[in-house]
């Protein structure tokens, strides 16, 4: 599977963002997919993740109740919608995918197998 993230730009403190990643391939619902960031002289972090059928979702402490993970099948698409972003949110995120049927807090600490461009988020005060 091959995938692609989009959607990144600058935003202000408190404002929303919706990424996208793109996927090609066959059996795309076989696929947990995650999100992932990283900040310049930070290692790369969890973000969020969400199981192939969509049904089971797991997410960073630092993101709940402010981020939302979703995927359409049907067209081979996942979603990263980002409400009340703060400044260190600012990070590159990408997405990854491994072919797998772990569902729930084991989506976290996957090993990602393939993974997309990244695209730069920025938000700033």
């Known amino acids: 599977v091959q995938l692609q993230a989009c959607g990144g730009g600058l935003v202000q403190v408190g404002g929303s963002l919706r990424l996208s990643c793109a996927a090609s391939?066959?059996?795309?619902?076989?696929?947990?997919v995650g999100w992932f960031r990283q900040a310049p002289g930070k290692q790369r972090e969890f973000v969020a993740a969400?199981?192939?059928?969509?049904?089971?979702?797991d997410y960073a402490d630092s993101v709940k109740g402010r981020f939302t993970i979703s995927r359409d099948n049907a067209k081979k698409m996942v979603y990263l919608q980002m409400n009340s972003l703060k400044s260190g949110d600012t990070a590159v995120y990408s997405c990854?995918?491994?072919?797998?049927?772990?569902?729930?807090?084991?989506?976290?600490?996957?090993?990602?197998?393939?993974w997309g461009q990244g695209t730069q988020v920025t938000v700033s005060s």
């Open positions: 990854a995918a491994d072919r797998t049927d772990a569902f729930g807090s084991l989506l976290g600490i996957l090993v990602y197998d393939y």
């Open positions: 391939g066959h059996s795309f619902d076989d696929y947990a």
């Open positions: 969400i199981s192939g059928s969509g049904h089971s979702t």
